[in-house]
């Protein structure tokens, strides 16, 4: 082929690559809303409230953004409002341990800061973040659950806790809260934690069935340190 | 050697722009390396120590393209630069510029109530990854863009000497300038927003500058070994066609997981994994064009482009292609291998692509006939080396990550401060053997032709 004849080539074929991906960019466009909630006043002013504070240059978003911090894209999923709240408030105050910054976060911000987040993680994105695949298979195998287990595990408390290293690192450990603390502590906390904690972020969970709360008080007093198993 | 045209020299201007902020964005990137350590190292939060670092690179490697291509240009037009004066104001616009948006990154780093919003966009700092910069700046910058491209255009158009080379390498950065422009609207939907958002990241890095590169090579191989032009303009052809063919439809790799459409698993799966081709023609080209000839005119500027294709293939083609199947990014999207990839890929593609065209065309503009090699040749080592280990530390870091977090479900912030930590400080040790070599290179770079030359090549 002559120099000539590559160079159109070269052109041409582009350009129809170009035209491909712009008739797919059209397509796409016209299918996004379908796969994401409406977009309030609020949701847009947390976004906007995300830009301002570069929130970006430290966390992902859908996967992209920088690495040093977890990714939000299903924050208020997991986590419980009030909790999101006092931590984008002030998150050494919730969290002594926390790496990110005060940055001055006001309380109408962080309300709208959570409406966005809240958009994000309803959000169609072809099944991602998967699900961890090994332990889901590590909780079908292996023995049966206890009622406290079970119900540890359906409220979702793994999401700021963290036992025997599986769990969140936003609320205390709770390896060994069995040895810390007793029955009435234990019940009590749950019904309001602030009344034991105070300026606790963790939510009340007074309207827990009785036996619920029995269930995973009982739970909860089994973890010790080794001696008792 | 020495250079043909008087407007040429303005290359230097540029180049000395580019090698401050080089310096600059290493030395940000170790406060980030040791605040992965020690969250409060440093006086300015880790966000805008990372904005501050992505952006110097960004930038001194445009400034970098625009001082070679004003060489390249009035070479390849045999002519003078249309503009002098216009190439002169339009450099120093864009250090004003530059230097203000740092200074409001600054700003917005230690009073983030600073970054208020002015004309619904806001004053310091838009918060969007790589195009930080706020919109008042990113106007300037189009026009500064556009002075340069006008300024090029006019100069071809004196003597109407459309080579293959500068053909492309004008369209690229005519592709470039248009490329900016998705970034500069604001989309109320993040799903829109990262849509448009890698128009401008993913068709640069992927599109309008492999093309540039595509075109760089064909001319630093017209330079050092006085390949044949018949020759290389047809590779050049055959590689840049191919960059687009693929990189095009291969933006779809970032489409799996922001709330597109399915589809894009396919597009973006099949295209995107055919993109290292094109790069590994670059090598061959290299290395073929090299071995038919015998008279190297420019032992340094022919190392450095050599190198400049084979890293270009390795981090961008082989780094890259292991985590852009589906199947794969399911896992890995978001995690420290795609620092790993992102990393040698901007260094093997474009840092030593700067630094060639430093190296092929410095001689000249200082007027000397031969240099002494040996700087050149160590912080090439110094930097190659520590950036080789600092990208298989961070891919170590990345498949703990994937494993402890993605596969086992551990907490994100778990893994980071006990299981990795080891690989930050293995990275941060190597960042500083990095900068020795960026060190070394600065050295080299002021005081090349301007000290007797003592070994003969
Ligand atoms: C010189 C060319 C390239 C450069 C400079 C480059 C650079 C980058 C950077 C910096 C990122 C991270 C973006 C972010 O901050 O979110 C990235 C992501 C990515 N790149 Fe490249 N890249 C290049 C070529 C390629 C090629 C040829 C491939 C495929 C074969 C590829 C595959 C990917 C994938 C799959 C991701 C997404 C990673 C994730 O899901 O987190 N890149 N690239
Ligand atoms: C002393 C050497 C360097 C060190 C210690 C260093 C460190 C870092 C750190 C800590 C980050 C943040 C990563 C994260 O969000 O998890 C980062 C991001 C980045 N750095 Fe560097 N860096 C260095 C040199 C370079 C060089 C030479 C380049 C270009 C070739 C570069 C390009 C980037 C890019 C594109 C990003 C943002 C995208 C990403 O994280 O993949 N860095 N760097
Ligand atoms: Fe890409």
Redesign the pocket.
């Known amino acids: 082929m002559s120099n000539k004849a590559v160079k159109n080539l070269f052109i041409y074929g582009s350009l129809f690559f170009f035209v491909i991906f712009l008739a797919l960019t059209f397509d796409t466009m016209g299918k996004l809303d379908k796969r994401a909630p409406e977009i309030t006043e609020d949701v847009n002013a947390g976004k906007m409230a995300w830009h301002k504070y570069d929130c970006i240059g430290?966390h992902t978003i859908f996967g992209n953004g920088?690495?040093?911090a977890p990714d939000m894209t299903k924050t208020a999923e997991k986590k419980p409002k009030e909790y999101l709240k006092k931590f984008l408030m002030d998150p050494k105050a919730v969290n002594p341990q926390a790496s990110m910054p005060k940055l001055g976060i006001s309380s109408e911000e962080a309300d709208k800061l959570i409406a966005f987040l809240e958009w994000t993680s309803k959000v169609d994105t072809n099944g991602w973040p998967p699900k961890p695949i090994l332990a889901t298979a590590a909780g079908v195998g292996g023995k049966e659950l206890t009622a406290g287990q079970k119900t540890y595990q359906s409220l979702g408390c793994s999401a700021c806790h963290m036992i025997n290293g599986i769990g969140g690192t936003t609320a205390p450990e709770l390896t060994y809260v069995g040895g810390k603390r007793d029955r009435a502590w234990l019940t009590g906390h749950f019904k309001n934690p602030s009344a034991y904690v105070p300026n606790s972020a963790m939510p009340a969970y007074g309207n827990l069935k009785e036996k619920e709360l029995n269930d995973l008080t009982d739970y909860m007093l089994t973890l010790k340190q080794e001696g008792k198993k | 050697m020495t250079i043909k045209h008087e407007s040429q020299k303005i290359a230097q201007h540029f180049y000395t722009f580019a090698v401050l902020l080089?310096l600059v964005?290493?030395l940000v990137?170790?406060i980030?390396?040791v605040?992965?350590i020690w969250p409060d190292f440093f006086i300015l939060n880790f966000n805008t120590i990372?904005t501050l670092?992505?952006n110097a690179?960004v930038v001194w490697l445009l400034v970098g393209f625009m001082g070679a291509t004003y060489y390249v240009v009035s070479e390849e037009s045999e002519t003078e630069l249309w503009s002098l004066p216009l190439a002169k104001f339009q450099f120093w616009a864009t250090v004003v510029t530059i230097t203000t948006v740092v200074l409001g990154y600054i700003i917005m780093g230690l009073y983030p109530q600073a970054n208020i919003l002015v004309f619904g966009t806001r004053l310091l700092n838009e918060g969007r990854?790589?195009i930080e910069a706020p919109r008042w700046a990113d106007v300037l910058i189009v026009i500064s863009v556009l002075l340069f491209l006008l300024n090029c255009a006019m100069t071809v158009l004196k003597t109407k000497k459309w080579t293959g080379i500068q053909g492309v390498l004008l369209g690229g950065l005519v592709f470039l300038a248009l490329m900016y422009l998705p970034g500069m609207m604001y989309a109320k939907s993040m799903v829109k927003d990262q849509f448009w958002w890698w128009w401008v990241v993913h068709l640069w890095v992927e599109g309008a500058w492999e093309i540039i590169a595509g075109a760089l090579l064909a001319f630093m191989l017209m330079k050092t070994i006085g390949a044949k032009r018949e020759v290389v303009e047809k590779w050049m052809y055959v590689e840049v066609g191919l960059v687009l063919f693929t990189g095009i439809l291969g933006t779809g790799h970032h489409y799996y997981w922001i709330g597109t459409p399915e589809y894009w698993l396919w597009v973006g799966g099949i295209f995107s994994s055919l993109e290292p081709i094109p790069l590994l023609l670059m090598v061959w080209n290299a290395f073929r064009t090299t071995r038919e000839t015998r008279n190297v005119e420019n032992k340094v500027g022919l190392y450095y482009t050599v190198a400049n294709a084979i890293f270009n293939f390795v981090g961008a083609g082989l780094w890259g292609i292991i985590h852009t199947l589906p199947q794969v990014n399911k896992w890995t999207h978001g995690t420290?291998i795609?620092?790993?990839?992102?990393?040698l890929?901007?260094?093997g593609a474009?840092?030593l692509l700067v630094m060639a065209m430093i190296y092929v065309t410095l001689p000249a503009i200082r007027g000397v006939k031969e240099f002494n090699p040996s700087r050149a040749f160590q912080s090439f080592w110094w930097?190659t080396i520590?950036?080789v280990f600092?990208v298989l530390t961070i891919t170590g870091a990345g498949m703990v990550q994937t494993y402890m977090e993605r596969l086992m479900g551990l907490d994100y912030v778990a893994v980071k401060a006990n299981y990795n930590l080891w690989f930050w400080i293995f990275?941060?040790i190597?960042?500083?053997g990095?900068?020795i070599g960026v060190g070394i290179f600065v050295v080299d770079y002021f005081k090349l032709g301007k000290e007797p030359a003592t070994a003969r090549a």
């Open positions: 430290c920088s690495y040093f | 080089f964005q290493v990137g170790i980030a390396a605040q992965f990372r670092h992505i690179l990854e790589y420290q795609t620092t790993a990839h992102g990393h890929a901007f260094y474009y840092v930097m520590s950036m600092i990275r941060a190597f960042g500083v990095f900068l």
